[in-house]
């Protein structure tokens, strides 16, 4: 029961979201403007607000970063190897593709799902941790797809291009800010920190409606095998890799290795299906793993939460 009571207000979010626009209540332009503003405005407060106040020695540890990336990075690499020698009828290398297949069975949503569920069942003072997680997960996974993807492209990857994008980034931009603001032990004044505690109030509720309205945009596409093997691998294979890494090898505090298996434990973010549009390469099966990987893990959460708590 202390699990429903965990899962359920962050499923019934997501579903509500799915079910207005299944209904038609809401429209694409709607939920693209509810997007703009929990992305831009809403997130980047919360993110903003707690990155400025919360403990950095807490929230710093090689340790733990290790404990998630060597994992990520792990079942990255499993994931070309799968898209080269085994969804790869023709056996032909293609390096932008197998580059994608991989960032699908290791690209975790953590802002819109790991974050929540860090929050609800560990506690807000555990998402220290999380913050130094999440800086460095998009530019080394997207970075790590494009030049891989390079390799066997013409088209040359950009370090200019895409540090400037990743910089710019909302997410980025809002824990960087924050970062710098605790350093300098800056404390906002009163009625900006108010104004900011206002707006960041429903970055998690907007984050989870997005979530679920977004997924009625995607669908479970006709090659399901791949999206399914991604999804697999994504909230299966990882989250027990960091386990094991995290219990063995670095010997974690119990409270921030339940971290980083909720977070690596999150399905497959959105932005990754983004990336596969740019690449023009997996893009149906990185739609289907979104899917795929949010609905089924409503149940490895479940199983996770039971070995964790």
Known sequence: MH??????????????????????????????????????????????????????QESISLFAFLSFYIPVLTVFG?????????????????YQQHGVFGL????????????????????KEMIAIAFMIITFHSPLLFALTFLIGAKGSSDKFSWSHFGKSMVLNPIVLSIGCGLILNILGVTLFTDLANSLELLAKPAIACALFVLGANLAFYKIAANWQP?????????????????????????????ILNVLVLLSASPVGVNAYLIASQI????????????????????????WLAILL
């Open 104 to 123: 699908a069975s290791s690209y975790s949503n953590m802002v819109l799902v790991g974050i929540p569920i860090v929050i609800a069942s560990l506690g």
């Open 78 to 94: 499993l994931g070309i190897l799968i898209d080269r020698f085994y969804l790869n009828k023709k056996h032909l290398k293609n």
């Open 3 to 56: 699990i429903f009571s965990i899962i359920f207000p962050l499923i019934f979010i997501v579903a509500l979201g799915y079910a207005c626009c299944r209904l038609n209540f809401f429209e694409k332009q709607h939920i693209a403007g509810l997007s703009k503003f929990t992305f831009y405005i809403s997130l980047p407060a919360f993110l903003l607000l707690n990155m400025s106040q919360i403990n950095l």
């Open 280 to 303: 023009k390469q997996h893009e149906a099966t990185l739609a289907g793993a979104v899917v795929l990987s949010t609905i089924l893990s409503v149940i490895s959460f479940t199983f």
């Open 227 to 255: 999206a399914l093997i991604a999804s697999v691998l994504k909230i299966t294979l990882l989250p027990a890799l960091v386990l094991l890494v995290g219990t063995y090898v670095f010997k974690l505090d119990t409270q």
